[in-house]
């Protein structure tokens, strides 16, 4: 029977990164579970450059602790401690990266250069290119491995075990065969649970473990809380920063086959419509607050979508009516200063971001001859698993790091998750350096999970399919609360009967099959939380509301509060405020 002292759950950038800040901090006996080592939204997603969000470490303004930690809660609904820890710890961490080796820019003075994501206007955001995450993943890895942590690749965590709200390990599933893992704590290092959308921008491989945390009675924390933008279908892909900064040509198909630039068709002056198709690359993710501006191109995406066309972006021909010199200043400058006015958008996209075509290329895409479809995809959870200042759940020794925790609220800087991909585990590790030999090695009963029906019929993908639609049809940036409502007893009634309604074809599938139980289940939470948020929140963020209708208004007054979901019920808690503690150095020297 295997034992250990900590599992981590996930080997991405958080589970790589919390395995390494444990085994720095004296914490050896442990081990890094994974399905696969190849699959995750760490390796495998990104953008046009591929943000990390950290303290400013080269603007001339400066930039302070303080700040950033301000910046970060005046997002709304999202505690000031999480947000003090956040900025605090970035530099830190950042520091830890580029010491591995990470290749973030700096000049020859040794300044690292930054620039503005969505959702900030500081120049704290920095990055390696498309491919940051992936980079970070593959460093640390090998850090892991030079440590000589143990790695369970090919194991798939099919339940939790708990006693008394308290998590005791984890029940795999491994070769067809079941296995109980006992360790004093577990740390769930999983993504986001992407896979409760059909339309996504996370590679398909990655379907997040948020489900196995509820499942123990785990509490979330502002679930209903995601950002939504446009990506490419075929290549799963952000398509955010330069390939909107171009200016490229939107047009939709019908199913007749009818095509039309529907970017034009509504009445507004063409060169405002593209300098806000221009502020897309900054203003990525869909805003409520902006429907007026950059996200009415959401919109006009998400109605093309909803009349059953299929829409595209073409880099290789200019807009209808475009005209440079017609721009509003803020695109013609940045143009200009960036040395890219080529005749068509690929030509400036090959000026402004060469390496973002390349990675098109890679996937066998050439946007020098073929135009990219396109949807409102999901692309980041800023809520997730409820964690306090350590990372540990409301469930005792389960702890969460990443996106699979609940730290942000309505808005988040781009970058922020892989920011605390590095403060999260290292906030765990801390943490339990000090309070690991207080905890018990016990040996629960385990309950393993009812095995699945075999059948030539499975129906396995025809609910996953079917499920995940419905979520994007009515529960993604555009939230209708009656059909909601009717989804909740849907996906009820499925759950309760998942053993019996779900069938796969052979031993080959059972670990597909308990991902989608959990899925399902986390799909029931997202709902119940969004109903009580349409009730009482409205509209905000990344998410359109309607009943009976029509648009539901934001109460400003939640900005305040933290929606908690446990279970059936859905409550909301009074943020906590940025911690003003003063400090005296002498006395922290005594106590270090």
Request: aromatic share 10%.
């Amino acid at each position: 029977m295997r034992s250990y002292d900590v599992i981590i759950v996930g080997s991405g950038a958080a589970g790589f990164s919390t395995a390494d800040w444990l085994y720095q901090f004296g914490i050896k006996n442990i081990c890094v579970v994974t399905e696969n080592i190849n699959y995750g939204t760490s390796r495998n997603a990104g953008s046009d450059k591929q943000t990390y969000y950290k303290l400013d470490m080269c603007s001339k303004n400066g930039d302070s602790v303080i700040k950033m930690a301000q910046d970060f809660y005046s997002g709304g609904s999202m505690n000031g401690s999480d947000a003090l820890i956040e900025a605090a710890n970035s530099a830190r961490c950042f520091m830890r990266l580029a010491e591995l080796g990470i290749p973030f820019p700096s000049d020859k003075f040794g300044r690292y250069a930054g620039y503005r994501t969505d959702h900030d206007n500081t120049m704290r955001a920095t990055s390696a290119g498309p491919l940051t995450s992936k980079f970070m993943t593959e460093k640390l890895e090998k850090k892991v491995y030079d440590n000589g942590t143990e790695i369970l690749d090919g194991y798939s965590v099919i339940s939790l075990i708990a006693e008394n709200n308290k998590c005791r390990g984890v029940i795999c599933t491994h070769n067809g065969v079941n296995e109980i893992i006992y360790s004093k704590a577990v740390i769930l290092c999983t993504g986001a649970p992407a896979a409760i959308y059909n339309r996504s921008v996370y590679p398909e491989n990655q379907c997040g473990a948020t489900g196995l945390a509820i499942e123990i009675g785990a509490e979330l924390a502002n679930f209903q809380e995601w950002q939504y933008g446009i990506a490419s279908v075929k290549f799963r892909w952000n398509l955010s920063g330069s390939y909107q900064q171009v200016i490229p040509r939107y047009y939709s198909v019908s199913p007749d086959g009818n095509e039309k630039e529907f970017l034009i068709d509504n009445g507004q002056n063409v060169n405002d419509i593209y300098s806000e198709v221009f502020l897309k690359g900054y203003q990525w993710p869909f805003d409520f607050a902006k429907t007026k501006g950059s996200s009415q191109i959401d919109i006009l995406v998400f109605r093309e979508l909803e009349k059953g066309n299929r829409v595209y972006i073409d880099y290789t021909r200019n807009p209808s009516g475009f005209d440079f010199e017609k721009l509003d200043d803020e695109a013609k400058n940045y143009l200009l200063n960036a040395e890219c006015i080529g005749d068509t958008p690929i030509q400036r996209l090959m000026l402004l971001n060469p390496k973002a075509v390349q990675l098109y290329l890679d996937h066998g895409i050439d946007l020098t001859r073929e135009p990219l479809e396109i949807s409102i995809s999901a692309q980041h959870n800023n809520g997730g698993i409820r964690t306090d200042i350590n990372s540990e759940s409301s469930v005792k020794n389960l702890f969460v790091v990443g996106e699979a925790a609940g730290k942000f609220g309505v808005y988040r800087p781009g970058g922020s998750a892989l920011n605390d991909t590095q403060v999260g585990g290292l906030r765990a590790a801390m943490h339990l350096s000090e309070k690991l030999k207080d905890i018990s090695l016990e040996y629960t009963d385990a309950l393993i999970p009812k095995m699945p029906v075999f059948s030539e019929n499975s129906t396995l993908k025809k609910y996953r399919y079917e499920f995940s639609k419905k979520m994007s049809d009515c529960a993604g940036v555009s939230r209708n609360y009656e059909k909601i409502r009717e989804l909740i007893f849907e996906l009820e009634d499925l759950y309760n009967n998942f053993y019996d309604r779900v069938t796969i074809e052979n031993e080959n599938s059972v670990a597909e099959y308990y991902r989608f139980r959990h899925t399902v289940l986390s799909m029931l939470s997202l709902c119940r939380t969004i109903v009580s948020s349409i009730e009482n929140i409205g509209s905000r963020g990344g998410c359109i509301c309607i009943m009976n209708g029509e648009i539901v208004s934001e109460n400003t007054e939640y900005r305040k509060f933290i929606t908690v979901t446990r279970g059936n019920d859905v409550t909301y808690v009074p943020t906590d405020s940025i911690p003003d503690e003063e400090f005296v150095f002498e006395k922290l020297l005594k106590s270090n």
